[in-house]
Every structure is written in C-alpha cells, then in structure tokens.
C-alpha cells in the first residue's frame, strides 16, 4: 500500500560556521527572541512536533507552545494547547522523567522499535502512545504514514543532526527553515546541522533557496525540497 505523510518541516537554529550545538552537545541558545517567537509560532500552528531520542537525551526540552495566547487560541479552534508531541526512540531509552512526558497539556507518541524491552516500553506508556514503528530503528516512511493515518497533516521536525539525516536521506522533507546565528562554535565533537552517514557529494539533496530574512542579529534561510505548496498553516504569522 503507498504511504502517505504529512508535510515536513524542519527547524533548526546554528552557528555561522554550520553547528546547531556547541563541543558539549548541551541545548545551545542560538536564537534570539524574534527567532524564539518565530519558532513558537511554528509549534502552535503545527498538528505535530518530531524530535529524535538524542535530543531528549542531550537537552531534555519541553517540545510546548510558550505563549500562553497562541496556547488559548488553539484550544479555540478545537485543538489540544499543545501539539501531538512525537519522539523517536528505537530502543525506549527514554528517560520516564523526560520533560516532553510531564510539561503541558497534550497527545504523545514515543516511536520505538521491536528491539525495545517491553518492560521499558511499558513504563512509558503511563505518559506517552508507545507506538512499534519499526524492526531494528524506526522505520521513518512508516512512522510519518502513521502520523498522517492519525491526522497530522502538518509535521515540524526539530532535530537533531541525525535525524535530520535520515529524513533527508529519504525524501522525506519538503522544507527546511535554518536560522543562522551571529555566533562561531568549531569544535569537530559539535554536531552539525546533518550528520549521520552524510552523503557522498554526487547525492547530496539538493535544495532551491526559497527565502532569506535578517532576523535578531542573524538570518533566516527557507530551503525548499519538495514542489509541495507550503501549507497556510504554516506561512501567515508562523514564521514563513
Ligand atoms: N540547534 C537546534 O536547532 C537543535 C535542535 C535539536 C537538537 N539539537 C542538538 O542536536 C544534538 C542531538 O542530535 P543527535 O544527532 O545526537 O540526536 P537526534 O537526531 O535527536 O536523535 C537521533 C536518535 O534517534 C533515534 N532514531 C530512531 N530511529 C531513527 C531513524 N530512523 N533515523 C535517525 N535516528 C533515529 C536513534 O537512536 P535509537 O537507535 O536508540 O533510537 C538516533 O541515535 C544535541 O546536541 C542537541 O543540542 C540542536
């Protein structure tokens, strides 16, 4: 049967020289605030929210809406404060005090794999729709066709460099917004916007620049994949 999937969106913050964290691996704060607001517009106009285990695992975010007006007026249209939060985790390795499981009202899906011990996948599922989505990692196609069976029309990704990766290595992205910020990090330990297997220069995913903004005291680049029409949703007030 073909799969189907939402609309991707991913967003990322780095530095001048490429790295979206510093040596550490910690939450680095890139952003400034117009970005900040930027991306929390992001969020609330979003029926998803998709971020990788190593991210949980390094920066422990609360993956919510901030504003509490953009929280109010969701729940106006009929939708839950926050959006379907959605973190893949082949092998459950979430921590059950993780912040996305207690921070903020809101559906939650953690995306794991047959290689997941029951008994882990289990104590998750108190806080979270623990989902098989795969046999050895999460299976992306699969795991975006479920999404789309459960209504997300409209995903945003938000990380890390190695889920960034595989999204891109699949076709799976129709759109990337990067902000690059005034800031210079080096480091070879410090993770790139893209990391994972990388691609050979022949099949690098090729993107068509669809739109450059100063923002803060940095620049917000939109990069186009997909000849898919980027959705209202996420064009009017939500950063486009
Ligand atoms: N500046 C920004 O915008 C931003 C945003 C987010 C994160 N970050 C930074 O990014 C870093 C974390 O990135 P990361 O690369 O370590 O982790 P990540 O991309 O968040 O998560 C990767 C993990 O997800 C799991 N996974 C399951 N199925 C997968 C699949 N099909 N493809 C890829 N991954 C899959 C894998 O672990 P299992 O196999 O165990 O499941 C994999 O190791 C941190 O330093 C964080 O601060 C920066």
Redesign the pocket.
């Known amino acids: 049967m073909e799969k189907t999937r939402p609309y991707v969106l991913l967003n990322?913050?780095?530095s001048a020289d490429g790295r979206?964290?510093g040596r550490e691996?910690?939450?680095?704060s890139?952003s400034g605030p117009r970005d900040r607001g930027r991306v929390d517009g992001l969020r609330a106009a979003c029926d998803a929210i998709l971020?990788?285990?190593?991210?949980v695992l390094?920066?422990d975010p609360g993956l919510r809406v901030h504003s509490e007006a953009r929280r109010r007026a969701r729940v106006r249209r009929g939708l839950s404060p926050n959006p379907l939060r959605v973190v893949?985790?082949?092998?459950a390795?979430c921590p059950p005090g993780a912040e996305w499981l207690h921070r903020g009202e809101g559906p939650r899906f953690l995306l794991v794999s047959r290689r997941a011990p029951r008994e882990r996948g289990r104590r998750l599922e108190e806080r979270a729709v623990v989902v098989d989505a795969g046999s050895r990692?999460?299976d992306?196609p699969r795991a975006l066709d479920i999404l789309h069976r459960r209504g997300v029309r409209h995903l945003l990704v938000?990380?890390?460099?190695?889920?960034?990766h595989?999204l891109l290595a699949g076709g799976l992205v129709d759109e990337a917004r990067v902000y690059v910020a005034p800031r210079f990090l080096g480091g070879g330990g410090a993770?790139g916007l893209v990391?994972g297997a990388g691609f050979p220069v022949a099949r690098a995913p090729r993107a068509r620049l669809a739109g450059v903004r100063r923002l803060d005291d940095g620049l917000l680049l939109v990069w186009r994949f997909s000849t898919r029409p980027c959705p209202r949703e996420f064009r009017d007030g939500a950063g486009g």
């Open positions: 990322a913050a780095m979206i964290a691996r910690r939450q680095t890139l971020v990788g285990i190593g991210t390094s920066d893949v985790d082949s092998r390795r990692r999460v992306l938000e990380g890390g460099a190695t889920l960034n595989s993770p990391e």
